[in-house]
């Protein structure tokens, strides 16, 4: 267990729809990061957040958007869903120094 | 930028023998160097990771990995494969001068697959 959770594990929708996907870090680790796996695909890194603010954006859609809360816990949002957007959609948190990254176990989204 | 290759898509190698995967790395700064390790339908597990100090990192489940500054490498190898290590394996880089708070980027991953 990497102390990093996700919710929900799966998630299937329609096109068109927006969902929420939640990530809460390890206690105390400040950086959240979201990355997309699509199938057969390497990670595509979406964005990043350090301590409530936007550090670094990656190849992260307009429709997409996500924030990270006073509690540290983060949320991607992800809305006008089209059938590309099914994947795997993973949370990481890191804590200070120069360590390594922690992941959840993923949030799987199935786009009909 | 900082960015990662990991050149091939898949390492096929029979168990018992030893393994390589590949990885190089560009980043501005001191490069912060991490592998990770994938089974079906799960996260990414950390593996090992470079951050000063010693070349050859020794990390879980009997994987080491040295880090070759002017190759800009750091490839990930084990003495003797068994066929449980058969997943998926990513690189990734941090660019050290600015530390946990920088991207951490990753390479495309390679499909280890070990036979016996």
């Known amino acids: 267990d990497s102390g990093v959770t996700q919710t929900p594990k799966h998630l299937i929708t329609a096109t068109g729809q927006r969902v929420t996907l939640r990530c809460s870090p390890r206690?105390?680790?400040?950086?959240v990061y979201w990355y997309q796996q699509s199938l057969d695909q390497g990670l595509q890194f979406l964005i990043q957040?350090?301590?409530?603010?936007?550090?670094a954006k990656g190849n992260i859609l307009e429709r997409f958007s996500a924030q990270q809360f006073p509690d540290l816990h983060s949320e991607l949002n992800l809305s006008s869903l089209e059938l590309g957007d099914s994947a795997l959609y993973f949370c990481?948190?890191?804590?200070?120094?120069?360590?390594?990254?922690?992941f959840g176990q993923g949030t799987r989204l199935t786009v009909v | 930028a900082q960015s990662v290759a990991q050149p091939e898509d898949q390492v096929n190698v029979a168990e018992g023998n030893p393994l390589t995967v590949k990885c190089t790395y560009s980043?501005?700064?001191?490069?912060?160097l991490f592998w990770y390790v994938q089974y079906p339908n799960r996260g990414l597990q950390f593996l090992l990771k470079?951050?000063?100090?010693?070349?050859l990192v020794k990390g879980s489940y009997g994987f080491e990995a040295e880090f070759n500054k002017s190759q800009t490498s750091f490839h990930l190898k084990k003495p003797s494969a068994l066929v449980s290590d058969s997943a998926l394996y990513f690189c990734?880089?941090?660019?050290?001068?600015?530390?946990?708070?920088?991207?951490?980027?990753f390479g495309t991953g390679t499909r280890l697959q070990v036979t016996l």
């Open positions: 990481a948190s890191s804590g200070s120094g120069n360590t390594e990254a922690f």
């Open positions: 206690s105390g680790d400040l950086s």
């Open positions: 957040y350090y301590n409530g603010e936007e550090r």
């Open positions: 980043v501005s700064g001191n490069p912060y």
């Open positions: 470079y951050i000063t100090g010693d070349n």
């Open positions: 990734a880089v941090r660019d050290g001068a600015t530390g946990t708070a920088s991207k951490l980027t």
